[in-house]
Nanobody
Framework: VQLQASGGGLVQAGDSLRLSCLAS????????MGWFRQAPEKAREFVAA????????IYADFVKGQFAVSRDNAKNTVYLRMNSLKPEDTAVYYC????????????????????WGQGTLVTVSS
């Protein structure tokens, strides 16, 4: 599975962005998809994940309803909608994939995922 993340850019605080992650090589309908981010000089952190069924998604505690993950299996694409962006949301955002549907605790760990995209930079100015 190859993953291509896009949609990042420079925005102002309070703006919204939608990131996309296009998968190729095989269908992702039987994969769980995750989003992680890495700010400068910080460790990569979990943001959100969505399982095969769109009714099963999980978020990092800091998201607090600010972000929403979704997927379109027909388009082999997963999305991350980010609202009310803050300067502290500035990071490179990565999408990742893992076959089947690991438990929630495992989905929060980057080591769980087998495939990674190259990342897309989101910069939020104050």
């Amino acid at each position: 599975v190859q993953l291509q993340a896009s949609g990042g850019g420079l925005v102002q605080a309070g703006d919204s962005l939608r990131l996309s992650c296009l998968a190729s090589g095989r269908t992702i309908s039987d994969h769980t998809m995750g989003w992680f981010r890495q700010a400068p000089e910080k460790a990569r952190e979990f943001v959100a994940a969505i399982r095969w069924s769109q009714r099963s998604d999980i978020y990092a505690d800091f998201v607090k309803g600010q972000f929403a993950v979704s997927r379109d299996n027909a388009k082999n694409t997963v999305y991350l909608r980010m609202n009310s962006l803050k300067p502290e949301d500035t990071a490179v955002y990565y999408c990742a994939a893992v076959p089947n549907f690991p438990e929630s605790t495992m989905l929060r760990c980057s080591q769980t995922y087998d495939y990674w995209g190259q990342g897309t930079l989101v910069t939020v100015s104050s």
